[in-house]
């Protein structure tokens, strides 16, 4: 079963950082787009940033544009999302979601996700 899982979310204050993790099992992320997508209380799922297989595109919302960068580390079989500067409004649930072969706009594009990992930035 294609499973992904997120991890490397918790409480940062305003101007720190973190480091998402999208881990997968039961097959290959080199083989797949991977995007990130988080969801705040009450707001729709938006896209955060995505990376393609093909030709290692790389995607960033206007919102997070030199403060996030995503990349995947073959070996490890991972794709991560650092994320710094971070604001009070980063605050959200952060999924990554894998399809083939590139990078789509929309959520309803991506196959499998996973179960989302909580980021708060408080003071």
């Known amino acids: 079963q294609v499973q992904l899982v997120e991890s490397g979310g918790g409480l940062v204050q305003p101007g720190g950082s973190l480091r998402l993790s999208c881990a997968a099992s039961?097959?290959?992320?080199?083989?797949?787009?991977i995007g990130w997508f988080r969801q705040a209380p009450g707001k729709e799922r938006e896209g955060v940033s995505c990376?393609?297989?093909?030709?290692?595109?790389?995607y960033y919302a206007d919102s997070v544009k030199g403060r996030f960068t995503i990349s995947r580390d073959n070996s490890k079989n991972t794709v991560y999302l650092q994320m710094n500067s971070l604001e009070p409004e980063d605050t959200a649930v952060y999924y990554c979601?894998?399809?083939?072969?590139?990078?789509?706009?929309?959520?309803?594009?991506?196959?499998?996700w996973g179960q989302g990992t909580q980021v708060l930035v408080s003071s």
């Open positions: 979601a894998s399809r083939r072969p590139s990078c789509m706009r929309s959520s309803r594009e991506y196959e499998y």
């Open positions: 990376i393609s297989t093909r030709d290692g595109s790389i």
């Open positions: 039961e097959f290959r992320l080199a083989y797949y787009a």
